[in-house]
Antibody, heavy 114, light 110 residues
Framework: EVQLVESGGGLVQPGGSLRLSCAAS????????MTWVRQAPGKGLEWVAN????????YYVDSVKGRFTISRDNAKNSLYVQMNSLRAEDTAVYYC???????WGQGTLVTVSS | QAVVTQEPSLTVSPGGTVTLTCGSS?????????PYWFQQKPGQAPRNLIY???NKYSWTPTRFSGSLLGGKAALTLSGAQPDDEADYYC??????????FGGGTKLTVL
């Protein structure tokens, strides 16, 4: 059974940092690009970042460039996003996804508030 | 980054047919945008429906189909069922830059 399980969400103050993790199982993790997608409360989906098979290529939405860093550890079948300088507008449910296979995690909520 | 546009809301009668569209501010949507379509119901993660214009996943109901129509990506639902009431999102790939979701279409089956 394929599983993507996100963790690391929570409440953080503006300007703070958070690292989200996504543990993958049930498929050959190293064979797929991986994606972070977020959804602010009551809003639509927003693509956040992609990473290629070995982590040598990364792409970001303009609003997080320079603040977020996507990475992966294929030995641990894990995807990460390091989020720095967090802003209120980063408040959202963050989903880990294997877009090509159609696998999604259940999401983890990040709330940026004082 | 480009803006991807979808109809904010549409209504279809049970058993009816409806087409949702997905446009790009940068011009016509082409196969090079690898259009994806997703369905999301309240409180759930998105679910993939269509990839690369018209390809279906094993779980995609046959009543859903994808195409390019008039410079846009299109998702057609033929024979709508109450269970199809959901938000639908398209995603376009902009090579070397990133990807962009449309704002979503809220589909009502009524």
């Amino acid at each position: 059974e394929v599983q993507l399980v996100e963790s690391g969400g929570g409440l953080v103050q503006p300007g703070g940092s958070l690292r989200l993790s996504c543990a993958a199982s049930g498929f050959t993790f190293s064979n797929y690009w991986m994606t972070w997608v977020r959804q602010a409360p009551g809003k639509g989906l927003e693509w956040v970042a992609n990473i290629n098979l070995d982590g040598s290529e990364t792409y970001y939405v303009d609003s997080v460039k320079g603040r977020f860093t996507i990475s992966r550890d294929n030995a641990k079948n894990s995807l990460y996003v390091q989020m720095n300088s967090l802003r209120a507008e980063d408040t959202a449910v963050y989903y880990c996804a294997n877009k090509d296979r159609g696998d999604w995690g259940q999401g983890t909520l990040v709330t940026v508030s004082s | 980054q480009a803006v991807v546009t979808q109809e904010p809301s549409l209504t279809v009668s049970p058993g009816g047919t409806v087409t949702l569209t997905c446009g790009s501010s940068s011009g016509a949507v082409t196969s090079g945008h690898y259009p994806y379509w997703f369905q999301q119901k309240p409180g759930q993660a998105p679910r993939n429906l269509i990839y690369e214009i018209s390809n279906k996943y094993s779980w995609t109901p046959t009543r859903f189909s994808g195409s390019l129509l008039g410079g846009k990506a299109a998702l057609t639902l033929s024979g709508a069922q109450p269970d199809d009431e959901a938000d639908y999102y398209c995603l376009l790939v902009y090579g070397g830059v990133g990807e962009v979701f449309g704002g979503g279409t809220k589909l009502t089956v009524l």
